[in-house]
């Protein structure tokens, strides 16, 4: 079932994967992002029927992926690990027991507009439902952003329920992925937060870096490195392959305008569930300036279940990846549970 905008697309997108990193603006990058499954394995030369028949086409929750992205993949591999992160196959229909829509308790989590609390002096905001890719193991793939993040007209609201708190002492802006709101609008809400007293950290949980790495671009760095608070980004990588030099490079800048980086990683089935792999990873983040930071055993959310990895397997990769890195470049084997007041380490 390949289209003809799936044939143009093939020759249009050589070009993309030249280029994007050649001074495109990061907003027409993401306009020409792949949002066709079709589309995607013609890219990569699988169109044969045994490869389309296996494709998903959900109503929700749809298939959309950089090229930028795409060009890491290898090509005529089925198998590539940034491939299956994002491309919508039919085992996310299988109906599994204890996934469900929203595994970590964000819902019950919300105190006000926009605003989540789970752990002691740290506060979430849910600033967009916006990405720039959809992964398909999204702990968040289900959630009702048109309901709960900050409304425009109620920001003040939002801004006050920090305001009067002060043993928060840490916003987290998340989503969605906060790099996704121009910057016109993020850095008034930036500016705004830091202006609170008591808060003392601003983190920034973003994939932007490793899937739009033009995003990172001289006008978001001005405004960044302005702001008069200690910043923490969490990118959030799952693959040395993730990051090429592009990548690396805007992780660099992001570095030199003053933010700590670390990393997220989400142990995967078939992706990246070896020690070869995970240590690929740690070192690639080093060179980046980036610190392993936590590896997830997976969030049961409904149509991910094909990714779980087993947790004996998950607890003696880490053993074994403790036997070849050093301590820096370990991640911390983590898991979230619905209630609980912080992650809890899986020994």
Not at 17 to 46: K, M
Not at 91 to 98: L, M, N, P, Y
Request: hydrophobic share 40%; aromatic share 6%; glycine share 4%.
């Amino acid at each position: 079932m390949i289209t003809a905008k799936a044939l143009k697309v093939k020759d249009e997108s050589q070009d993309n994967l030249h280029t994007y990193s050649n001074g495109i603006s990061w907003q027409r990058a993401l306009a020409n992002a792949v949002r066709d499954p079709y589309e995607l394995l013609q890219c990569l030369g699988l169109s044969d029927d045994k490869y389309e028949k296996q494709l998903y086409l959900p109503d929700n929750f749809k298939l959309l992926v950089p090229h930028s992205y795409i060009a890491k993949m290898k090509k005529g591999d089925w198998n590539d690990p940034l491939l299956k992160q994002v491309l919508p196959i039919q085992d996310e229909k299988k109906s599994v027991a204890g996934f469900v829509a929203d595994p970590v308790g964000d819902l019950n989590a919300v105190i006000s507009s926009g605003v989540l609390q789970k752990y002691q002096g740290r506060v979430l905001l849910i600033t967009t439902g916006a990405c720039a890719v959809h992964c398909r193991y999204c702990f968040r793939r289900h959630f009702p952003y048109a309901s709960s993040m900050p409304d425009k007209d109620k920001w003040q609201e939002t801004l006050a329920s920090i305001q009067n708190d002060k043993s928060i002492h840490e916003v987290i802006l998340s989503g969605g992925d906060p790099l996704m709101i121009p910057d016109d609008r993020l850095q008034a809400m930036c500016e705004d937060i830091v202006k609170i007293p008591h808060i003392k950290t601003l983190r920034v949980h973003t994939r932007i870096p490793v899937f739009l790495p033009e995003r990172i671009n001289e006008t978001f760095l001005a405004w960044a490195t302005a702001l008069p608070i200690q910043k923490v980004m969490v990118i959030h990588a799952n693959h040395a392959n993730e990051l090429d030099q592009v990548v690396g490079e805007s992780l660099a800048k992001l570095h030199e305008a003053d933010f700590t980086l670390l990393n997220q990683s989400v142990l995967l089935k078939g992706i990246n569930d070896s020690v070869e792999s995970l240590s690929a990873l740690s070192h690639r983040l080093f060179s980046s300036k980036v610190l392993p930071y936590y590896l997830h055993q997976l969030d049961k959310v409904e149509g991910a279940a094909h990714f779980e990895v087993d947790r004996e397997k998950a607890i003696k990769l880490l053993k074994d990846l403790k036997k070849c890195l050093p301590g820096y470049l370990t991640p911390r084997l983590v898991e979230e549970i619905s209630g609980e007041r912080s992650k809890l380490a899986i020994e």
